[in-house]
């Protein structure tokens, strides 16, 4: 039988906006000592904008978005999303594109307009286009500003930037405070350019930074922690994240993001409210208190 210390932690997490899916979950939380978490809509809201554009050649920054937003169509990533918001804004009109292929973690390609247009970071558009070093600086600039920077590329030739920002909640470095001060190591796991990763990580007071980790390889990591011995919590809300969230000792949810997430995870975290993941670690603990 469930003790009732348990019913009543669950009760109170429930009262809070932690869902625990069981009893066991509440019984684990108290015992991560290494918490990871995804970036983007982990993190930050997850509400990605273009702030920058940087176009080659004759072209306009209208075309380049009309043709990234075209071969975007149909793209679940939320860079798509960010890419067709713009196009609205700007008036721009965006048409379906031909043989879309997309790489997750990396970006998509397709055929627009009779061109082969590929739309995704360096590592995506370096394989079939020549990267000139002046770009790579202003791309670096921008990444050191926080921003995750799609590369465009034309029959193969690169013909633009595209940046996007999202915004840090505003809990997040409160939420990072109150996990250290539980002396848990936070580390960030994120498929997103090391420097981007880093100027958000250094926002937030995180030490410890995974970057351009492709989404196969999230499950690795988590392994790799736990094969050092840690108790190891994930959190995360994006389709990508979910083999993570299902590796990790307790899987943990933002509730804000897919239900994929959702489904692999332990625990719920209601609105997204990342201060949950230390709450919940005290709920357990005096939880497991009331059962000795
Ligand atoms: P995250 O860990 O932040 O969810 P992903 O693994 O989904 O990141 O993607 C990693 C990177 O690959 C993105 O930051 C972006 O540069 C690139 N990328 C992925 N999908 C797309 C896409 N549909 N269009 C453009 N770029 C993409
Ligand atoms: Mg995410």
Same mark, same amino acid.
């Given at each position: 039988?469930?003790?009732?210390?348990?019913?009543?932690?669950?009760?109170?997490? %429930?009262?809070?906006?932690?869902?625990?899916?069981?009893?066991?979950? #509440?019984?684990?939380?108290?015992?991560?000592?290494?918490?990871?978490?995804?970036?983007? $809509?982990?993190?930050?809201?997850?509400? &990605?904008? #273009?702030?920058?554009?940087?176009? +080659?050649?004759?072209?306009?920054?209208?075309?380049?978005?009309?043709?990234? =937003?075209? /071969?975007?169509?149909?793209?679940?990533?939320?860079?798509?999303?960010?890419? +067709?918001?713009?196009?609205?804004?700007?008036?721009?009109?965006?048409?379906?594109?031909?043989?879309?292929?997309?790489?997750p973690g990396q970006g998509v390609s397709a055929r627009w307009d009779g061109k082969q247009v590929h739309v995704g970071n360096?590592?995506?558009?370096? &394989?079939?286009?020549?990267?000139?070093?002046? +770009?790579?600086?202003?791309? %670096?600039?921008l990444q050191r500003q926080a921003k995750t920077v799609m590369w465009v590329a034309c029959d193969g030739a690169i013909i633009? *930037?595209?940046?996007?920002?999202?915004?840090? !909640?505003?809990?997040?470095?409160?939420?990072?405070?109150?996990?250290?001060?539980?002396?848990?190591?936070?580390?960030?796991?994120? $498929?997103?350019?090391?420097?981007?990763?880093?100027?958000?990580?250094? &926002?937030?007071?995180?030490?410890?930074?995974? %970057?351009?980790?492709?989404? =196969?390889? !999230?499950?690795?990591?988590?392994?790799?922690? &736990?094969?050092?011995?840690?108790? @190891?919590?994930?959190?995360?809300?994006?389709?990508?994240?979910?083999?993570? *969230?299902?590796?990790?000792?307790?899987?943990?949810?933002? =509730? @804000?993001?897919?239900?994929?997430?959702?489904? %692999?995870?332990? /625990?719920?975290? *209601?609105?997204?409210? +990342?201060? $949950? /993941?230390?709450?919940?670690?005290?709920?357990?603990?005096?939880?497991?208190?009331?059962?000795?």
């Amino acid at each position: 039988a469930t003790p009732l210390a348990v019913t009543v932690g669950m009760g109170r997490g %429930a009262e809070n906006g932690i869902l625990f899916k069981s009893s066991e979950a #509440i019984q684990r939380v108290g015992r991560i000592d290494h918490v990871v978490l995804d970036k983007t $809509g982990t993190i930050t809201r997850g509400e &990605q904008v #273009i702030t920058d554009t940087i176009t +080659l050649s004759d072209l306009d920054a209208e075309q380049l978005i009309a043709m990234a =937003g075209s /071969v975007e169509w149909g793209s679940q990533h939320p860079i798509a999303a960010a890419i +067709l918001n713009e196009a609205q804004r700007l008036g721009v009109e965006t048409s379906m594109p031909d043989d879309v292929q997309s790489t997750p973690g990396q970006g998509v390609s397709a055929r627009w307009d009779g061109k082969q247009v590929h739309v995704g970071n360096l590592r995506f558009v370096e &394989q079939h286009s020549q990267v000139d070093a002046e +770009l790579q600086d202003r791309a %670096a600039g921008l990444q050191r500003q926080a921003k995750t920077v799609m590369w465009v590329a034309c029959d193969g030739a690169i013909i633009g *930037l595209i940046a996007v920002a999202d915004t840090i !909640k505003p809990e997040s470095a409160e939420a990072i405070r109150r996990l250290h001060g539980k002396g848990i190591v936070v580390s960030m796991l994120t $498929g997103d350019n090391q420097h981007t990763a880093e100027a958000v990580a250094e &926002q937030v007071g995180i030490d410890d930074v995974m %970057a351009e980790v492709l989404p =196969g390889d !999230k499950t690795k990591r988590i392994r790799d922690l &736990q094969s050092r011995g840690e108790f @190891t919590a994930m959190v995360g809300d994006g389709i990508n994240d979910a083999p993570a *969230l299902a590796q990790a000792d307790v899987g943990i949810a933002i =509730g @804000t993001g897919t239900d994929v997430a959702i489904e %692999a995870a332990d /625990v719920t975290l *209601l609105g997204g409210e +990342l201060r $949950g /993941v230390a709450r919940a670690v005290h709920l357990s603990a005096m939880t497991m208190r009331n059962i000795k």
